[in-house]
């Protein structure tokens, strides 16, 4: 119940086309859902985040479609860049206790040019 | 504003040697987590920390891993003994304790156990 499940594993897409990249999960104790963004080399970074009383979060050319009742959210990465070339990850956490993410198994993303 | 603080970033050890982790979160954070990252299992949360005390250790793998936070700007990962398994990037992270704030995560310590 604690899983959260990223798909697909790894992504081609074409400058200026769009990236989605899916999670699911069990818990429906979850209510903060972030995504990280991770290059090589790096640590994890957050990247846009949202919580269960909004249905679309937006941020530039990126954008959070949740879908409470499916417990589904996913990313959108409009007009993709190679820059946007990394892994991506999706993550959740409830609001009770003490703040514990669990991570999605990541999407590696490849923006061709 | 300095970022999570991990050294070393890179470490190569012989099996069975002692490997010493270190963190330094970001000031004014009270929670401190460490992952580890691997190509076979993601992200896994090894244990965390809120206020220097470890709340969730279940992460650890076994007893060869210890962690310890003396401080509120200082905690170790120590490996003892360690083994090939052991290969993998350690994450250091860090937030202010409450459920939506930001983890931020250091640039990880490689380790490689030959």
């Known amino acids: 119940q604690q899983q959260v499940k990223q798909s697909p594993q790894s992504l081609i897409v074409q400058k200026g086309g769009i990236s989605i990249i899916n999670c699911a999960y069990e818990n429906t104790a979850f209510d903060y859902f972030p995504w990280y963004q991770q290059f090589p080399g790096k640590g994890p970074a957050l990247l846009i985040a949202i919580r269960p009383d909004v249905s679309e979060k937006k941020e530039g050319r990126f954008t959070i479609s949740f879908n409470k009742s499916a417990k589904q959210f996913s990313l959108h990465i409009m007009d993709s860049q190679p820059g946007d070339s990394a892994t991506y990850f999706c993550a959740a956490c409830g609001s009770t206790g003490f703040q514990k993410l669990v991570f999605g198994t990541g999407t590696r993303l490849l923006v061709s040019p | 504003d300095a970022g999570v603080i991990q050294s070393p970033r890179h470490e190569v050890t012989e099996m069975g040697q002692e490997v010493t982790l270190r963190c330094k979160p970001i000031?004014?954070?009270?929670?401190l987590f460490w992952y580890r990252q691997t190509m076979m299992r993601g992200l896994e949360l090894l244990i965390y920390?809120?206020?220097?005390?470890?709340?969730?250790d279940s992460g650890m793998p076994e007893d060869r891993f210890s962690a310890k936070m003396p401080n509120a700007s200082f905690s170790t990962l120590k490996i003892q003994p360690s083994e090939p398994r052991d290969s993998a990037v350690y994450f250091c992270?860090?937030?202010?304790?409450?459920?939506?704030?930001?983890?931020?995560f250091g640039e990880g310590s490689w380790l490689t156990v030959v």
């Open positions: 992270a860090s937030s202010r304790h409450n459920s939506g704030n930001t983890i931020y």
């Open positions: 920390f809120n206020n220097n005390v470890p709340i969730d």
């Open positions: 000031s004014g954070h009270n929670s």
